[in-house]
């Protein structure tokens, strides 16, 4: 067995293994770094090779897993993101399911279009949902639209043209007229994205894929020629949202399917565990800095689905942003060490707001002012201040005291450890309501699962 390396990005530590011939295991971690998650990367596997006595050159293999497509969604940091559609179909973002989420509450708000209606653009062009061909495309109005696109500040396309995934001919031509039009575009097709039917998910699924191209792009690609500079010969390769693997060169091309990469791998791996216990039947748990993952393990195999939603609005269905691939079925809530506290209404509350790595929750004296979960834990006693993260951070217990007395327990007239066993407890809650989503919602007793 050869030297190999795995490493994951999350929205607020990054953790690092390096797996020995003999099957000998080194860890490391740190904190994620912003804006550039791949500093991070670099500093903690060179500290890990060294620590290990190994050298780049003699590592054979290397896994991805991160957040960074997900998170380039949810926070919108993309610009520039331009949508060409069949003539009449302008507003099938807009428009959606025409369902409501929650049926009873008025005052529900619809996932915002990823892309604005000034850079959606209409082509004349038909194809028939038998794959027949109404009217073909009108070459000059595809030129101008795409020339429209451009001086309004286009620098990616997403093509979805109607019924495509029977007949694509159209949009491979669109794609010519492009390469032709302006060359410096990045386009993506959405036969080649997501071929199956109904309009809403495909043209969401292509738009993200899009949304999120340029910066999964610049990302893996110096990440690359970083290793590359280190001597490492092999290939980088990604974990994909559906549990699988792929070169980066592939996720470069699709990177809607790395969106729940990191997540993903960790549901595979609570498996494996499950595995090793003996116990087939599970809920996968997963609490980062962020967030916190579950996943439905049944018969030593997560639960999978093509119709993914990315950033639902509490966990309800229809409330995010649709899209056809291959995933492994995760529910994800603003739950995680990181999550900040506050009173709010006479009550307290936490997430789904968080500290991240920068500042940070207040115990890790990174300039950080709000009480986190971390905080409240540290307070409780559940943390070891001198050994926190292998020992590599030490932790500030005035500190995270006296934020949460300021912020907390003062305005709600409660005392410190009253408040932080209400931090902790909330939080506790909320994660006991997300089993639900994945076990009794699923139609499975949680007391017949493992955890």
């Not at 099957?23 to 670099?42: F, I, N, Q, V």
């Not at 507003?91 to 209606?117: H, N």
């Not at 019924?163 to 302006?182: D, G, K, S, W």
Request: proline share 5%.
């Amino acid at each position: 067995m050869p030297y190999r390396i795995g490493f994951d990005v999350g929205g607020t530590f990054t953790d690092f293994v390096l797996q020995t011939p003999s099957g000998e295991l080194h860890t490391g971690k740190r904190l994620t770094t912003y804006p550039d998650p791949s500093e991070a990367c670099l500093a903690g596997l060179d500290d890990l090779v060294a620590r290990a006595g190994v050298g780049w050159a003699d590592v054979a293999q290397a896994v991805h897993g991160t957040t960074l497509g997900s998170n380039v969604v949810i926070e919108r940091k993309a610009r520039g993101v331009g949508l060409l559609t069949t003539r009449g179909f302008r507003d099938v973002l807009v428009i959606g399911r025409e369902k409501r989420y929650q049926v009873y509450d008025l005052q529900i708000e619809k996932p915002a279009p990823l892309v604005p209606r000034r850079l959606i653009g209409e082509v004349t062009e038909r194809v028939l949902a038998d794959g027949s061909v109404r009217t073909a495309p009108d070459e000059a109005d595809a030129r101008r639209a795409v020339r429209e696109l451009v001086a309004r500040g286009a620098t990616t396309l997403a093509v979805c043209f109607l019924h495509a995934y029977l007949n694509p001919a159209h949009e491979r031509r669109m794609a010519e007229i492009v390469a032709e039009t302006a060359p410096h575009l990045a386009v993506t097709l959405s036969h080649e994205v997501s071929p199956t039917f109904r309009e809403y998910e495909r043209t969401s699924t292509t738009v993200v894929n899009a949304y999120v191209m340029s910066a999964v792009r610049a990302y893996l690609r110096g990440l690359q020629s970083a290793l590359r500079a280190r001597r490492y010969g092999g290939r980088l390769f990604v974990m994909q949202s559906s549990g699988g693997v792929a070169t980066a060169e592939a996720m470069e091309r699709y990177p809607v399917c790395m969106i729940e990469s990191g997540p993903a791998a960790g549901a595979l791996m609570a498996a494996a565990y499950g595995e090793l216990t003996g116990h087939r039947d599970l809920i996968a748990f997963d609490m980062g800095g962020t967030t916190a993952k579950l996943a439905l393990i049944e018969g030593g195999r997560p639960d999978t689905t093509t119709a993914f939603e990315l950033h639902r609005v509490g966990n309800a269905p229809g409330s995010g942003l649709p899209m056809n691939i291959q995933a492994i079925d995760l529910v994800e809530i603003g739950a995680g060490g990181g999550s900040i506290a506050r009173a709010a209404l006479g009550v307290i509350a936490v997430g789904p707001e968080s500290a991240s790595s920068t500042p940070g929750p207040v115990c890790y004296g990174r300039g950080g002012v709000e009480p986190t979960v971390t905080d409240a834990n540290l307070v409780l006693g559940y943390l070891n201040p001198e050994y926190f993260a292998g020992g590599a951070m030490r932790l500030l217990t005035g500190a995270a005291a006296r934020a949460i007395e300021e912020r907390v327990a003062r305005p709600l007239r409660l005392g410190l450890e009253e408040a932080a066993w209400g931090i902790h407890a909330i939080v506790n809650t909320n994660m006991e309501l997300a089993t639900r989503v994945v076990s009794i919602e699923r139609g499975r007793d949680p007391r017949d699962l493992a955890l």
